[in-house]
T-cell receptor, first 112, second 112 residues
């Protein structure tokens, strides 16, 4: 069975800190790994990673995938209170349905 | 138009009621998804439509009935629900299956 595990479960930091969120996976026929940010309602798409070692960057957020060790990290530098959210990692398998398997999420709280 | 919209935002229904949730996107996406999300848990896939045809039904009870009348619209018909069906129902779409999914804001459903 496909499995996605995120750590830590929750994290409290102060504004300006840098955080690293982890996502490890066991998936048959891996296709891609996606990161989402979920505040009050819908998950918002952040990154889609398909190749190892290539960093994707958007402002203060960046992410990288290691397909050999089966994990990804999401970095947020100079955190702001607006970064407080649940960060979801999801892995897509190259099967008939291309379904997403979600991790349990990391709940990040950034204090002023 | 780069968003997925869902109506209603909130819905309270009794166990004998029949109601429908609606999801719409005008991004030309040909894959649409229904997810159910309970509090503090990741989204769980319910159904996938690809090119207006039901592609995946994740063993969802028949009291949930999806419908895809055209490529922009996805409905979820609800009948004889149970209180444990109370959750946030999220719709998502992607260019085709296998591309990143974009989520709507969700409908918060309460079954009394």
């Amino acid at each position: 069975e496909d499995k996605v595990v995120q750590s830590p479960l929750s994290l409290v930091v102060h504004e300006g800190d840098t955080v690293t969120l982890n996502c490890s996976y066991e998936v048959t026929n891996f296709r891609s790994l996606l990161w989402y940010k979920q505040e009050k309602k819908a998950p918002t798409f952040l990154f889609m990673l398909t190749s190892s070692g290539i960093e994707k960057k958007s402002g203060r957020l960046s992410s990288i995938l290691d397909k050999k060790e089966l994990f990804s990290i999401l970095n947020i530098t100079a955190t702001q209170t607006g970064d407080s959210a649940v960060y979801l990692c999801a892995v897509e398998a190259n099967n008939a349905g291309n379904m997403l398997t979600f991790g349990g999420g990391t709940r990040l709280m950034v204090k002023p | 138009d780069t968003e997925v919209t869902q109506t209603p935002k909130h819905l309270v229904m009794g166990m004998t009621n029949k109601k429908s949730l609606k999801c719409e996107q005008h991004m030309g996406h040909r894959a649409m998804y229904w997810y159910k999300q309970k509090a503090k848990k990741p989204p769980e896939l319910m159904f996938v439509y690809s090119y207006e045809k039901l592609s995946i039904n994740e063993s969802v009870p028949s009291r949930f009935s999806p419908e895809c009348p055209n490529s922009s619209l996805l409905n979820l018909h609800l009948h004889a629900l149970q209180p444990e069906d109370s959750a946030l129902y999220l719709c998502a779409s992607s260019r085709i299956q296998g591309y990143e999914q974009y989520f709507g804001p969700g409908t918060r459903l309460t079954v009394t």
